[in-house]
């Protein structure tokens, strides 16, 4: 267990010092909150294993997480970490060795919420006229 800790402050320090997350990374890794701080990880792990198979990206301050430029494409690559709210307190307690149901609607609602909160920031919200990252080029 200790040599996985170490591991992983060594993948999330050498995140930090590449530059590859946003200025606030590594206060994001220490954050209290479970929700900033899986968000942040889940960046991070993202970007270890870009590296480990070899594809290179980059990090704009403002943006998606990632960009990737690849025969002649650029991908932009926004890592979503959904909260756990609305999800019943028994389900992401250890089960034990009883059965449980399975809260469905509620992590497809967390899931779809996510989506279209990062769907409003890559396309705008007309109703509100804010534009996305697209009409911001």
Not at 91 to 116: M, Q, S
């Amino acid at each position: 267990m200790v040599a996985m800790r170490e591991r992983l402050v060594e993948v999330c320090q050498a995140f930090v010092d590449g530059g590859f997350g946003d200025g606030n990374a590594a206060q994001r890794l220490c954050s209290a909150d479970d929700g900033i701080y899986w968000q942040q990880l889940s960046e991070v792990l993202f970007a270890h294993q870009l590296t480990r198979v070899g594809i290179g990206f980059a990090h704009q301050q403002a943006g998606p997480d990632f960009r990737i430029d690849r025969v002649g494409r650029r991908i932009w690559i926004e890592v979503i970490t959904p909260t756990a709210a609305n999800i019943p307190a028994e389900w992401l307690a250890p089960a034990g060795n009883g059965v449980r149901d399975f809260p469905h609607e509620a992590i497809l609602l967390r899931w779809t919420a996510a989506i279209k909160q990062k769907a409003e920031v890559l396309l705008g919200n007309p109703h509100l006229a804010v534009p996305g990252y697209l009409a911001r080029g």
